[in-house]
Every structure is written in structure tokens, then in C-alpha cells.
């Protein structure tokens, strides 16, 4: 069965860094397309960044240059290194994984992503 777990959110002022972590298992997730989303209240979920089996990452334009997806094989987790966080990133943050080919075709679309993890809340105060 696979369960991905998320941990790392919290409250942190504008300007500051965060890393999410998400645990995988269940599966060999690293044969697999992983990536982070988020979501506020209201909004539909919006893709932040997607890595692909050969650790090729996409990334959102609103965070493209802030933002760092990785992940340590040894462990099955993968991470999301946060910095420079604006207010505009406060929202629930989810980990997924996909078929590898989703990574290709369509890396930051939420609906081709199979499983999720519970999600993980960070808040960026002004």
C-alpha cells in the first residue's frame, strides 16, 4: 500500500526558508514521477514542482528560482527546500506521485498524480 507522509510546515516570516520532507512508502518511488503541490482554501490546487525518475525537475513559475525539489533515494524522501517565502506561498502543502510518464507529459497537473499524502500547512506572515 502507498502512503506518502508529509512533515516540515510552519509558520515563518516573509523572507525566511522552510524544507518539506515527504516519506514514501510502499513502493519504489524512485522509479516514479513525485512532486509537491499546494492549496488554499478556495482555490484549485496548483502545481509547485515535480521530479522526474532521472531527477529532472519542473517547476512552477510563481516559485522558479526560490524553490528546490530533491530527493534521497536511501531514505525514499523527497524534499522541497523552500526559501525567500513570500505571504503569497501560505497554503497546504501536498506530496504526490504519478506513473513515471507524467513527469513528461504533463509534470504540474494535480488530476494525473494517483496518490497523496496528508498535507502539511506552512504560513508566511508579512
Known amino acids: 500500500q502507498v502512503q506518502l507522509v508529509e512533515s516540515g510546515g510552519g509558520s515563518v516570516q516573509a523572507g525566511g526558508s522552510l524544507r518539506l520532507s515527504c516519506v514514501a512508502s510502499?513502493?519504489?518511488?524512485?522509479?516514479?514521477?513525485m512532486g509537491w503541490f499546494r492549496q488554499v482554501p478556495g482555490k484549485a490546487r496548483e502545481g509547485v514542482a515535480t521530479?522526474?525518475?532521472?531527477?529532472?525537475?519542473t517547476y512552477g513559475d510563481s516559485v522558479k528560482g526560490r524553490f528546490t525539489i530533491s530527493r534521497d533515494n536511501a531514505k525514499n524522501t523527497l524534499y522541497l527546500q523552500m526559501d525567500r517565502l513570500k505571504p503569497e506561498d501560505t497554503a497546504m502543502y501536498y506530496c504526490?506521485?504519478?506513473?513515471?510518464?507524467?513527469?513528461?507529459?504533463?509534470?504540474?497537473?494535480?488530476?494525473?498524480?494517483?496518490?497523496w499524502g496528508q498535507g502539511t500547512q506552512v504560513t508566511v506572515s508579512s
Open positions: 504526490a506521485s504519478a506513473d513515471a510518464w507524467v513527469c513528461f507529459r504533463s509534470p504540474l497537473q494535480p488530476a494525473d498524480f494517483s496518490y
Open positions: 521530479l522526474d525518475s532521472h531527477d529532472r525537475a
Open positions: 510502499g513502493y519504489t518511488y524512485r522509479n516514479y514521477c
